[in-house]
């Protein structure tokens, strides 16, 4: 067993190492002919810009050397250039990058590694140079050492991050990754945000998502941060973590285990923002859930219901115990055809339903059941939904004051 594990570690070093590797020398190729072209454009016209692109001296030598390494037909040559360069420019980072790969190929470990650290205290900036030193960690198992160039490669660089984001929120399996990469962010370096939609979006970890998020404390106030909490927690639960998903929730929310609401948002006040423990409505073209001043309910707004199509209009997860509930709220605009709204209780797990209660017809009704919650079905999701077409009117139907309380609870 232990075998079995140090194969699959060795496996991900081995491929996170072969992709730094083809990375490298894809950035050298991008480099240079990205320097190659702007100088063949402005050199008809602007030559001075073009020198300056690529001058005769020692940066046209380290590009030379750097597309002598990406064709990899004349390592020889491509030291000779690397060292040449230097030899004019000690501060060139990029020859002494040049001259860590030629070392590299040859396979003289212990050259190419004090090459690259010359290369890096020249400039931390060089790409090439950060993609090596990562290589080079990952190849020691050297985790800390590993983000630190993670974090100096992505902060000089916007087009690093489309390739090493998705490695670090795979990596973040790991919980000793995840932890120690939690140190680098909460320093919130420029590529935390970016990060974090990589990893709400992109991870198959809920413990890694609950573990960073919960420790990042990120602010539901603020739109953006709302909004990756939220993607956070939908992608928890469709991994089928919904505890872990709940308990991020009521840190987020300040809620205890005894002070947490059954039904959030019932009175249709605020717009719930982290769904899908609050409410997430529907907003389409055939069917709409609207938030709006309505006469006869209690408070400021209700929930509209406006559809030409039967189907779903709110829905929200619940975490309730086993045990029987009570439901309670007040309904209007109900007409008294047989096909009415209808709020429904279902088991999560199973889809079992719980409770299925008609909206009572009426211009305004207050309306309350029962229902049971059975001991398999840890979790269970509330549907508001429409029965047929309700065209969008002052009579439309409407709902509030939605409340689960518990009658008793095994």
Not at 48 to 53: F, G, K, N, Q, S
Not at 174 to 191: E, G, H, Q, T, Y
Not at 197 to 218: P, Y
């Amino acid at each position: 067993m232990a075998s079995t594990r140090h194969g699959k570690r060795e496996n991900v070093r081995l491929g996170t190492v072969r992709v730094s590797v083809v990375i490298l020398l894809g950035l050298l190729a991008l480099w240079l002919s990205v320097a190659l072209t702007v100088s063949l454009v402005l050199g008809r016209h602007q030559s001075e810009y073009a020198l300056r692109l690529w001058p005769t001296g020692a940066e046209a030598l380290a590009r030379r050397s750097a597309e002598l390494l990406v064709k990899q037909d004349n390592v020889a040559a491509a030291k000779t250039l690397a060292v040449t360069a230097i030899t004019k420019e000690p501060a060139n980072a990029a020859a002494a990058r040049d001259l860590g790969l030629v070392y590299s190929f040859q396979g003289k470990g212990k050259q190419a590694k004090a090459a690259f650290a010359y290369a890096e205290s020249m400039s931390r900036r060089d790409l090439p140079t950060q993609m090596w030193l990562i290589e080079s960690r990952v190849q020691a198992e050297d985790v800390p050492g590993t983000l630190v160039h993670y974090d100096r490669a992505m902060r000089s660089s916007l087009e690093s991050r489309k390739t090493l984001l998705p490695i670090l929120v795979s990596a973040t399996q790991d919980p000793s990754v995840a932890d120690k990469l939690i140190k680098v962010l909460l320093a919130r370096p420029n590529w935390r945000s970016e990060f974090i939609d990589a990893l709400v979006g992109q991870s198959q970890s809920a413990d890694a998502m609950g573990r960073i998020l919960s420790a990042l404390k990120l602010d539901p106030v603020d739109p953006i941060q709302a909004r990756q909490l939220g993607i956070g927690l939908r992608h928890m639960v469709d991994l089928g973590a919904i505890p872990r998903a709940y308990s991020l929730y009521r840190q987020v929310r300040k809620y205890s285990t005894l002070n947490a609401p059954l039904l959030r948002g019932g009175d249709f006040e605020t717009a719930g923002v982290l769904a899908p423990f609050e409410w997430q409505l529907t907003d389409g073209t055939d069917r709409q859930g609207v938030r709006e001043p309505r006469e006869g309910a209690q408070g400021q707004f209700a929930l509209s219901l406006y559809g030409d199509s039967a189907g779903e209009i709110a829905r929200q997860l619940m975490v309730l115990s086993p045990g029987t509930y009570r439901i309670s709220g007040r309904a209007g605009g109900v007409s008294t055809d047989a096909a009415r709204p209808t709020i429904a209780v279902i088991c999560a797990k199973d889809a079992v339903v719980a409770a299925n209660i008609a909206l009572p017809a009426g211009n305004r009704s207050g309306f309350e059941g029962t229902f049971k919650i059975p001991a398999n079905c840890p979790a269970q999701w509330m549907f508001v939904s429409i029965a047929g077409s309700l065209d969008r009117q002052s009579e439309a139907p409407w709902i509030d004051a939605l409340q689960v309380q518990a009658v008793s609870v095994r």
